[in-house]
């Protein structure tokens, strides 16, 4: 076990951010992704694991700080000068003699913005610059926090899959912070869901989706038409747009699908959506244990 977490109170104020009373465990080779709503609390948790703000309770580590590397949501690095002698100023090495620091320079397409002042990097060359920092730790864990905040939809896209590729084959475990759900459905194997700062679950990535969704889910568009449609089947909270069916049985998803390709119409097939599970999730929470914090 890498990092374990119980019984975990932070407060800022006389308000309580997060607030984990069950335990948490990452292992090696987790691949953890958080989400929740802004004021969820997973910053708070990032922050508390590596010692940036006070909390009550235990995290418990075999690893060493230095074993421990973390990307921040807002990064500033001096603009005195190009990012070049800022990378081998911090990193105490020469990109000309080191081979690892090459090979991520040019993994990320980096070369072209050696030679650029950081304020004059775009977001997301500002992004590659503060990963391409973070993987020289090569560290048994890694924190992302909201790796591509802020960047249009290509260049998340190519970032994440350079993300999900460069991490393919490693052992290293990865807790990503994101509300980009398609990005934790490609990066993360387990999932931690946090609202409010309470812990609505935590578990591998598929057992929660059984658990809220089913076997599967179906998605349609909202239409009055498609609402009669459907009217005799389970439906889940989903987007307000969105029509979820949740399929139990192989059966049942013939019997729905035969009748969306009766009426030649689109839909959507998933086991993984992140977004169907974790609004499922979070009305389930507040229907039992979690009713009387959210009133």
Not at 34 to 63: D, E, F, H, M, P
Not at 142 to 166: A, C, H, I, M, P
Not at 191 to 206: A, P
């Amino acid at each position: 076990m890498l990092l374990s977490i119980q019984n975990l109170t932070v407060r800022y104020g006389q308000d309580v951010a997060l607030s984990i009373q069950q335990p948490i465990a990452i292992e090696t080779g987790d691949r953890v992704g958080v989400i929740g709503s802004n004021g969820a609390g997973k910053s708070t948790l990032i922050k508390s694991i590596l010692g940036l703000v006070n909390y009550q309770g235990t995290i418990r580590t075999q690893l060493t700080p230095e074993q421990i590397a973390a990307h921040m949501q807002f990064n500033e690095y001096t603009d005195a000068m190009p990012v070049k002698y800022v990378m081998e100023a911090i990193l105490n090495t020469k990109i000309s003699k080191n081979q690892k620091l090459q090979e991520l320079i040019q993994y990320f397409e980096f070369e072209d913005c050696l030679r650029k002042k950081y304020t004059k990097l775009s977001g997301g060359q500002k992004q590659r610059f503060t990963i391409i920092m973070v993987m020289m730790q090569e560290a048994p864990l890694t924190f992302y926090d909201e790796v591509t905040s802020g960047l249009d939809f290509e260049t998340r896209q190519k970032l994440v899959e350079k993300l999900v590729n460069w991490y393919k084959e490693k052992e290293s475990s990865l807790c990503i912070v994101s509300h980009y759900y398609e990005e934790l459905e490609q990066l993360a194997n387990k999932l931690l869901i946090l609202d409010k700062g309470r812990v609505i679950d935590y578990g591998e990535k598929g057992e929660l989706f059984t658990k809220y969704c089913g076997r599967a889910v179906l998605i349609i568009d909202r239409t009055k038409e498609n609402e009669k449609l459907v009217q005799n089947y389970k439906k889940l909270a989903s987007p307000a747009h969105l029509i979820a069916l949740s399929c139990e049985s192989e059966e049942q998803e013939k019997e729905i699908t035969n009748l969306f390709l009766k009426h030649n119409m689109n839909y959507k097939r998933s086991n993984s959506d992140i977004e169907i599970m974790y609004i499922n999730a979070k009305e389930s929470y507040e229907k039992t244990e979690g009713k009387s914090y959210a009133k």
